[in-house]
């Protein structure tokens, strides 16, 4: 089922009138209502999930609207405790629907096993034999392969030699497995652990590590869009075209630029329980793979004096596996979401990092990062005061207007409040 994700006034409604209107839309049942007000996990399942469990602890859990992408209208649940983002991606996705929405594709779901090899007595020897029995070695590694039997599994290997470490030479032979709709952690680390035995007698060295990469460079996911000058300015497409130039050339603002594209892409992973730190570890290392650490994304001025923009970055997560088939609020996610693959969801995160990285560079070109961000931060200032109810807002309003958006200024507020 498809369903608009253009939500005009969501923002205005309360949380149980979003709930209400959630619900219309995806045929949300009682209980999975039930499971987003009190989200999704009880103290057994959680204790079940890691280890020393004492608690539950809770994020606000979103709903981005208005994403129109490949044609198809997505609302995007975002958890994340960090004002200004979910309503900052919505903002940038209604703007780019206007002129098609998000154009994005992904790379077949291709995960990195590597196995390093020490003490081998001559590398390119080695080299040569694992060549030679690499169909043997690919069977095998699908040997225990819990995917193989739905039609994934190692496809293919390579040989690298790395001479001179500070523990001398190793060989790491690289597995490219296909993990179909799986982030494929689990998949992957099973193959090459069955592997390294038989890696020891071809090599005669000593297999130490035998996990997969991070760094999932074959498996990237792109996403484009175009904004009308008219819509955001002339002035604040060149300032935009501006930031970015610095991004390319200077590593300390490119950790920020990239910041705020992970801002968008972590709160769908954690809303559908991938692995959010694996995501990033692979965007930040992709980000420095020439030897200079860059933006992830690139925004120019086409020849209308439209901005367009651009987004490459590995996408290792996945629809099926893991903590995904056990966390109750990822199924729901996934309900709202829609997405039947992997690479479809690499799609659609991949668009929404790039609209959230436009949200934040609109915001640096035009009246500063503060000016929003600060009013949507007020709330948490106030609620640490001590606010409660319509306190919250009032206090909040009252700073914003002041400019003054400090803990001490909302305890002034908060005891005449309570005085008056």
Not at 201 to 213: A, C, E
């Amino acid at each position: 089922m498809t369903v608009s994700s253009r939500l005009s006034g969501f923002y205005k409604l309360s949380v149980s009138e979003r709930q209400a209107e959630i619900r219309n839309l995806l045929n949300l049942t009682e209980d999975e209502i039930n499971r987003l007000k009190n989200g999704g996990l009880t103290p057994d399942l959680a204790n079940r999930m890691i280890e020393n469990v004492v608690g539950i602890y809770g994020l606000p859990y979103g709903i981005a609207a208005n994403f129109l992408i490949n044609g198809r209208d997505y609302l995007i649940p975002m958890v994340i405790e960090e004002p200004s983002v979910v309503a900052a991606a919505s903002h940038i996705a209604k703007f780019a629907r206007e002129t098609g929405g998000f154009a994005a594709n992904a790379d077949a779901p291709i995960m990195i096993g590597q196995v390093q090899v020490l003490d081998v007595p001559d590398l390119d020897a080695a080299r040569v034999k694992i060549l030679a029995q690499k169909d043997e070695l690919l069977q095998l590694a699908d040997k225990n392969s819990p995917i193989v039997e739905f039609g994934g599994g190692a496809r293919d290997l390579e040989v690298r030699a790395f001479r001179n470490t500070r523990v001398g030479p190793m060989l790491v032979v690289h597995f490219y497995f296909n993990v179909l709709d799986a982030m494929g952690a689990n998949s992957v680390n099973t193959s090459v652990e069955t592997v390294a035995p038989t890696i020891e007698k071809l090599t005669g060295g000593r297999v130490v590590l035998r996990i997969l990469s991070n760094l999932a460079d074959r498996r990237l996911a792109r996403a484009t869009c175009r904004l009308r000058q008219e819509d955001i300015g002339v002035d604040i497409v060149r300032n935009i075209v501006e930031a970015q130039a610095l991004a390319e050339v200077d590593p300390y603002r490119a950790a920020t630029h990239n910041k705020g594209i992970m801002n968008g892409i972590d709160a769908v992973v954690v809303a559908t329980a991938n692995d959010w730190r694996g995501a990033e570890a692979g965007a930040h290392a992709f980000a420095a793979r020439t030897g200079q650490y860059r933006a992830l994304t690139k925004w120019d001025r086409d020849v209308n004096g439209d901005l367009v923009g651009a987004i490459e970055l590995p996408m290792p997560s996945g629809v099926i596996g893991g903590t995904i088939n056990v966390h109750p609020l990822a199924q729901i996610s996934l309900k709202i979401l829609g997405v039947k693959t992997a690479q479809e969801f690499a799609g659609v995160l991949a668009s929404v990092g790039l609209a959230q990285n436009l949200g934040a560079l609109r915001a640096l070109a035009a009246e500063g990062i503060q000016h929003g961000h600060m009013a949507l931060h007020a709330r948490q200032v106030a609620i640490a005061a001590g606010a409660t109810d319509a306190q919250i807002d009032r206090i909040a309003e009252q700073m914003v207007a002041e400019k003054n958006v400090k803990i001490t200024r909302a305890k002034e507020l908060l005891n005449s409040w309570v005085v008056g």
